[in-house]
């Protein structure tokens, strides 16, 4: 016998029968199954974040940062600086504050022990629309490619919270600021104080960077800038910060001059 034939009749049995149950059911019968299966279907699985981390931040939530949409300078700091950094003081987990304190820019070209790291590169201060006018902001883009060599590095000042670069062709690091206090420019001093999120691949990590500068001159009176740094890390999970404990700390000194002296400078009456 053709096997299309013994198919076909199968299917219209199969029909048939289908049919005829469904017509035994009643309206209320058939509501009533309807209604069970809903009830009783299994709820789609919902992934639920850890929270439980101390006094820990969320990496993951909206920032905050309209108070203080950038860090602010002295207008005289507009133009180009040599900035030079020095590693003073480290403690705490070597691997975490390599990691961490490489994907923030940091280069070591003489020396394998974190202790050691000196560092110098090209800062520069431009305006920028989102901080009153008499205050200058830092070319972030720009300082990230002079520290790292990068020459793919993804920054907008009217943006200034997330940065991107590429260390090789094809793997990335993005830096967004997570929250932020500033000190403004005052014959004190000035500052600032940042949590970033950073995202190395599948990898997320914390650091909290407090950076504070003085204005001064040195023994020729050509005028520079004076400042400390002191990063910390924390550990992360499940996009909490758990900032209560750092993982590591690394304190650097910073000085910034002038490039090519009084003939690129600012006026010192301007400083």
């Known amino acids: ?129 989102l901080v009153d006018p008499s205050y200058k902001v830092l070319d972030r883009g720009f300082e990230m490619a002079s520290r790292t060599g990068s020459k793919n590095v993804v920054w907008d000042v009217r943006e200034p919270n997330r940065l991107k670069y590429y260390y090789n062709e094809n793997d990335k690091i993005q830096i967004d600021v997570v929250q932020r206090a500033v000190e403004v420019p005052s014959d004190a001093g000035f500052g600032f104080q940042e949590l970033y999120r950073i995202t190395d691949g599948p990898f997320v990590r914390a650091a909290l960077v407090k950076r504070r500068y003085r204005r001064a001159f040195d023994e020729q009176n050509q005028r520079q800038v004076q400042g400390l740094e002191i990063m910390k890390t924390f550990r992360v999970l499940d996009g909490m910060a758990g900032t209560e404990f750092p993982t590591a700390t690394i304190k650097t000194s910073i000085l910034m001059t002038r490039p090519r002296g009084d003939d690129y400078d600012i006026p010192s009456a301007a400083f």
Do not use: H
């Open 1 to 129: 016998m053709d096997l299309r034939i013994i198919r076909f009749a199968f299917l219209v049995v199969t029909e048939s029968m289908v049919l005829n149950a469904v017509d035994s059911w009643t309206r209320q019968e058939f509501l009533a199954s309807s209604v069970s299966s809903l009830l009783f279907s299994a709820p789609p699985v919902e992934r639920v974040r850890s929270v439980d981390v101390g006094d820990g931040v969320d990496l993951m939530a909206e920032p905050k940062l309209q108070k203080n949409p950038d860090v602010v300078f002295p207008s005289s700091m507009e133009g180009l600086w040599t900035c030079k950094r020095a590693v003073t003081t480290f403690d705490g987990d070597a691997f975490m504050g390599t990691t961490v304190w490489k994907a923030l820019g940091g280069t070591n070209k003489k020396s394998s022990q974190l202790e050691t790291f000196n560092e110098e590169y090209e800062s520069r201060f431009i305006p920028s629309n």
